[in-house]
């Protein structure tokens, strides 16, 4: 596996180091254990994005639609299973072994494929395709994806061309810390309350003047715009 030392010399993390996250905390919430190197990306690099591009949910991501706690991670496994019963079997595996773990500019996905639970050190990594069936898996962890991909040793064909133009810089969030909701727990075969229905979503964000395909995904800042119109009940 490819240690974090080689990632870090790659794209350097900010040079203030963040706080670690409270990953007992964070692993009651999910209700799963995470592999040990996300961790250690996480502590070493806190929420931000690669190439102004590809950001990684995180438990303090600066808001609950990039943490890792967030209603994310549930509300794309909801729509992956629609898709399927839709007739796309393009997904790699059952959308209940899928855990987003970061998105894209573009709305593509990135997720651990967590099979076996249990064996969360061994999980390898896919992305899929913001408007379209196509995959890409990588065998291998986290670290190892992000060091393939950020050293061009390996193309992700729905990212960019210009991907790696400015070279693979992180850049650190801006905005204040999100902070996990111990009330809120995301566990990720369950869906929390706050997801929306997909028709619902695609029905809000074409108000919101987005183009939204009648079939497939719904781009990340598409249910965004979506869950911003139409709060959940608890926080109107």
């Known amino acids: 596996m490819t240690l974090i030392s080689n990632l870090t010399q790659l794209s350097p993390p900010p040079s203030t180091t963040p706080p670690p996250s409270n990953w007992p905390e964070v692993e009651g919430i999910l209700g799963v254990r995470l592999p040990s190197d996300y961790k250690e990306i996480a502590d070493t690099y806190g929420p ?24 994310m991670p549930a509300a794309v496994r909801t729509q992956l299973e629609q898709t399927r019963a839709q007739g796309d079997p393009s997904a790699p595996c059952d959308p209940q072994d899928l855990f987003a773990i970061g998105v894209t500019d573009n709305g593509e996905y990135l997720f651990w494929i967590t099979d076996p639970t249990n064996a969360p050190d061994t999980w390898h990594v896919a992305v899929n395709e913001a408007r379209g069936t196509r995959w890409y898996t990588h065998d291998g962890n ?15 064909p729905m990212f960019p061309e210009d991907f790696l133009d400015h070279g693979p810089v992180f850049t650190p969030a801006r905005a204040a810390p999100h902070q996990p909701a111990a009330t809120q727990p995301h566990h990720p075969a369950t869906e929390p309350n706050t997801t929306l229905h997909t028709q619902d979503v695609r029905t809000r964000a074409r108000d919101h003047g987005y183009n939204v395909p009648e079939r497939g995904r719904v781009p990340a800042d598409n249910i965004d715009a979506g869950k911003k119109s139409n709060p959940p009940a608890e926080t109107r």
């Open 142 to 156: 986290l670290t190892d994806f992000l060091t393939t991909v950020l050293s061009g040793r390996a193309t992700i």
């Open 48 to 71: 931000g994005t690669f190439c102004g591009y590809l950001h990684l949910y995180h438990p303090a991501g600066a808001t609950e639609w990039v943490s890792l706690t967030g209603p």
